[in-house]
């Protein structure tokens, strides 16, 4: 996903990409580079802790409330504490973050022998915070809403469930009858699925597929509340002002793995400060934690003055330059691998804040995620050798532009890559829109963008979560707004072996890995895709926070912050 | 007393200063005016000479990025921007003034590329700016005021409600949406075709925004002017109406327009600074003082003096700018002295 942006899911509602294959183990995004306050191991509850009020800063509220609808970090991080899917990745920082865990469902499903049937038995005694109790109905109620509210990734992630076709195109009459089906008197619910998918319980484990209450209306609820099973519920909601969580009187804890419960007896999440002023109302302990990337003239304070309120993770995402491949000049192999040669990626890692918040890329995939194969075939700037590949394309002279999000360091990307382009021998210019429309005007053919400046973060840790999302044929859709090919590549070889790892994966992770890694450095001589650095995660926050644990898939697990 | 009528005849005879002449005679004899003149030249040259300081004495290229490069510092080599190596080692510093003219005397920005540089190109596009945006206002407004003040009528029914409605919106949101519009398309009006990131376009955009407030005094101006009686006498003798604006009108509107000429260059250099500052001005890889500032944002608690001396800079020459335009003012209509003057 598109970070901070619930644009993203419509992008990849288009792809039309049926993820598949995948899981492996989990990605290193732990506690391992956090630094300041030690993660503290949820071993258990610890009651003398319990209780305060947790203060929350954003600039803004992250659209919606309907986790079937929102698609941004920030919400579906909340989203951690108010709702439950029949599954769910285990609520520890660390490694045991990727770690599918039993949820609603009382254990990790029975998978039939053909791989393409599920079937989850219910716990009993799960309330809603309306005091409803949850049923199999709400399980298959919200399964058909996915597709009634024709949900962002309802034509993507869920797309295999029997009967999905049919609701994706008609969604208002989507029944699901033979793909979830419910026995109330065994308590279960069979998902049936039209091909095996290794990476489908990792979907279920996302918000678009928690359970809600069966009557939850087939619309987009936006700011009103929808009761959940989580152990807080929304008392309310003002995008520009506040959002405020208190405990949720039905919960009782059932599985420590996959719903702890939480600490503060309330959770207020403030809007409407800057980053700047947001920082320093955490120094000042009148606020405890920070949405919003830090700015960065006070990275050096943050790291020098209150080293101990610092969390740093590392991020499984990276940053990339789409390359135009069917556009002049960089439809040549030459002026593409030139691009290649041209950025010196310690550059961009200072202009993200230095090589503690960020490590160049050298692959597509990120370090430590399936699949990722440690080679770097570009690892050092030489401009030379970029010229004289541009000389080699015949393109030299031509007229480029990169076109980059308004947000600080897109624009500092930008102007530096603006600087290289006209080193290699291109006339170039940045081309600065607003950060709510870049991301959907770059995917769009029709405008043309020669190169720009995106990032992605990994919705779940799998390599077909980048590679055959971001440079499958099936991924480009020449004119529309999502596209999110934006490289606009399409490799019938490429694709052949994608397919080939997806298949291979649901027998031989080992297997598909290596093959992974193998296609990645084969797109990495295509040049589609220039990658930059990937990112950390860098939490701030008050002295009065203690027990941080950063998630790999969600981040810091608010909830579990204490405040007493 | 002959001697005496003698010695008055020949000075009786000589032709007196024209009208320009004693304004400029007035103009000189104002002090804060020549100084306010004084500084406006140093400025000018400053900016005009960028290119000798970056080639010759900075040694730099202010518009390429050099991020990963180095300079001498009291004798020791240091990256110009530098990785924090303190605690957690967040950040990354640029190199901040070292008041050494060869290398780096105002600091690095976060591209690693030298302000000072930056700042004297920038000040060559702001100035550039302001003056050409100015100069198109006020010709546009002459234009206009004359024709709605001349002919009266439904002309200048037209043409007051256009300055109405322009004048209805807010300068600075008028100016941000018709910049955020054309800096993704361009101009193109009939002949008329300007670039998206041209420096044409906000010299444009920034000019017609200030039509009205120039166009409607020069108006009533012609307005008050077309019942004097050497203009009846004009139509008497049978001028035609293009003569007589031209050579009755015109020339007693033009001081008017010479005391706008500055006092505008002051108030669009401003603007062209204010929507650059939102990045909807002067586009990359152009600089003026408004992206300078803009630049320092990000690093005002590190390195304020990037913001501070462009800020500097635009505050100065508006400054300047506006004493001189008082001072002219004051030299064309000496009973007018409202902030007072010589």
Same mark, same amino acid.
């Given at each position: 996903m598109k970070r901070i942006t619930a644009i993203a899911g419509a992008a990849l509602l288009a792809a039309g990409v049926a993820a598949c294959s995948g899981g492996g183990d989990g990605a290193a995004? $732990?506690? =391992?580079?956090?630094?300041?306050q030690t993660t503290q191991a949820a071993?258990?509850? &610890?009651? &003398?802790?319990?209780g305060g009020t947790l203060r929350l800063l954003a600039k803004a509220g992250d659209g919606t409330l309907d986790p079937h609808i929102n698609y941004s970090n920030g919400q579906w991080q909340i989203f951690q504490a108010l709702y439950d899917g029949l599954v769910s990745f285990?609520?520890?920082?660390?490694?045991? =973050?990727y770690d599918i865990v039993p949820d609603l469902a009382k254990e990790l499903p029975q998978v039939g022998a053909d791989g393409k049937t599920y079937t989850f038995t219910l716990r009993t005694g799960v309330k809603f915070s309306n005091g409803d109790p949850v049923t199999v109905d709400d399980v298959v109620a919200s399964f058909r809403r996915i597709f009634r509210i024709s949900g962002p990734t309802s034509g993507t992630?869920?797309?295999?469930?029997?009967g999905a076709a049919e609701c994706v195109k008609k969604p208002a009459g989507c029944t699901l009858d033979k793909g979830v089906v419910a026995d109330a008197a065994a308590n279960t619910v069979t998902i049936n699925l039209v091909a095996p998918d290794s990476e489908f319980l990792q979907k279920l484990a996302l918000p678009h597929a928690v359970v809600l209450p069966k009557?939850?209306?087939?619309k987009d609820q936006g700011t009103t509340p929808i009761p959940g099973t989580g152990p807080y519920k929304v008392e309310s909601y003002n995008p520009n002002q506040l959002m405020k969580l208190v405990r949720n009187p039905n919960f009782t804890e059932w599985s420590r793995d996959a719903q702890p419960q939480g600490y503060p007896d309330e959770i207020d999440y403030n809007y409407g400060l800057t980053s700047e002023a947001a920082v320093t109302a955490v120094e000042n302990g009148q606020?405890?934690?920070?949405?919003d990337p830090l700015p960065a003239d006070r990275l050096t304070e943050i790291g020098t003055s209150y080293e101990q309120q610092a969390h740093v993770n590392p991020l499984a995402a990276f940053w990339y330059i789409p390359v135009n491949?069917?556009?002049?000049?960089?439809?040549k192999p030459e002026a593409r691998q030139a691009l290649q040669w041209a950025f010196d990626k310690n550059a961009l890692v200072k202009m993200f804040g230095g090589a503690n918040l960020a490590q160049p890329a050298c692959t597509i995939l990120p370090p430590?995620?399936?699949?990722? =194969?440690?080679?770097?075939?570009? $690892?050092q700037q030489d401009l030379a050798k970029a010229k004289q590949l541009v000389q080699q394309s015949g393109t030299a002279g031509q007229e480029v532009s990169i076109v980059v999000a308004d947000d600080d360091v897109s624009k500092q990307i930008g102007e530096y890559a603006r600087s290289v382009l006209e080193q290699i021998g291109y006339q170039a210019k940045v081309k600065v829109i607003s950060t709510n429309i870049q991301f959907t005007y770059i995917q769009n053919s029709k405008n043309k963008v020669q190169l720009s400046v995106s990032q992605w973060y990994a919705d779940?840790?799998?390599?077909s979560n980048f590679l055959n999302v971001l440079l499958?044929?099936?991924s480009y859709h020449p004119g $529309?707004?999502? $596209?999110?090919n934006i490289s606009g590549f399409c490799d019938k070889d490429a694709d052949a072996k994608i397919a080939q790892a997806m298949k291979l994966d649901q027998t031989d992770p080992a297997a598909s890995g290596k093959l992974w890694g193998e296609i990645d450095r084969e797109l990495m001589q295509k040049g589609p895709i220039i990658p930059l650095f990937n990112p950390k995660q860098i939490d701030f926050v008050s002295k009065?926070?203690?027990?941080y644990q950063f998630h =790999? &898939?969600?981040?810091?697990l608010l909830d579990q912050m204490w405040v007493k | 007393m002959t001697a005496a009528v003698e010695t008055v005849a020949p000075r009786a005879a000589r032709p007196s200063a024209g009208p320009w002449r004693q304004a400029l005679r007035r103009l000189a004899r104002n002090r804060s005016a020549m100084i306010a003149a004084a500084g406006l030249v140093l400025i000018v040259l400053a900016c005009a000479l960028a290119p000798v300081y970056a080639g010759s004495?900075?040694?730099?290229?202010?518009?390429?990025?050099?991020?990963?490069g180095t300079a001498v510092v009291n004798g020791a080599r240091v990256p110009v921007l530098a990785q924090s190596t303190?605690?957690?080692?967040?950040g990354v510093t640029p190199i901040g003034p070292t008041w050494n003219p060869g290398s780096f005397f105002l600091g690095a920005d976060n591209q690693g590329r030298d302000v000072m540089a930056r700042l004297l190109y920038g000040g060559r596009n702001s100035l550039m700016i302001g003056l050409s945006s100015a100069a198109l206002c006020c010709v546009l407004a002459t234009l206009l005021g004359v024709l709605a003040g001349y002919f009266g009528g439904w002309i200048d029914a037209v043409l007051s409600r256009f300055f109405d409605v322009i004048w209805a919106f807010p300068v600075y949101l008028l100016a941000i949406c018709l910049s955020v519009v054309l800096l993704t398309s361009g101009l193109h009006v009939g002949p008329i075709h300007i670039d998206a990131g041209s420096l044409a376009l906000p010299v444009v955009i920034i000019a017609l925004i200030y039509v009205p407030y120039v166009a409607r005094p020069l108006r009533g101006q012609v307005i008050a002017l077309r019942n004097k009686e050497f203009l009846h006498a004009a139509v008497g003798l049978g001028a035609s109406d293009l003569r007589i604006m031209r050579r009755e009108v015109l020339p007693n509107v033009l001081p008017t327009v010479v005391v706008f000429l500055p006092l505008m260059t002051a108030l669009n250099m401003l603007t062209e600074s204010a929507l650059s500052f939102l990045s909807v001005g002067v586009q990359s890889p152009d600089a003026s003082w408004g992206t300078i500032i803009n630049d320092g944002l990000a690093l005002?608690?590190?390195?304020?003096a990037i913001t501070i001396a462009a800020g500097l800079c635009v505050g100065l020459t508006a400054v300047a700018l506006n004493v001189l335009g008082d001072g002219v003012r004051d030299a064309l209509?000496?009973?007018?002295?409202l902030r007072g003057g010589a």
């Open positions: 995004t $732990s506690g =391992a580079g956090t630094t300041g071993a258990g509850f &610890q009651e &003398q802790h319990k285990r609520k520890v920082g660390g490694k045991a =973050a992630f869920y797309s295999g469930i029997v009557g939850t209306p087939a606020a405890d934690w920070i949405f491949v069917n556009l002049a000049p960089f439809d430590s995620f399936p699949g990722h =194969a440690d080679f770097c075939d570009f $690892s779940y840790p799998a390599a499958s044929c099936a $529309s707004d999502s $596209s999110i009065n926070v203690g027990n =790999a &898939q969600f981040h810091a | 004495i900075a040694h730099t290229d202010p518009f390429t990025s050099n991020a990963s303190e605690g957690l080692g967040l005002l608690y590190t390195r304020p209509d000496p009973n007018a002295r």
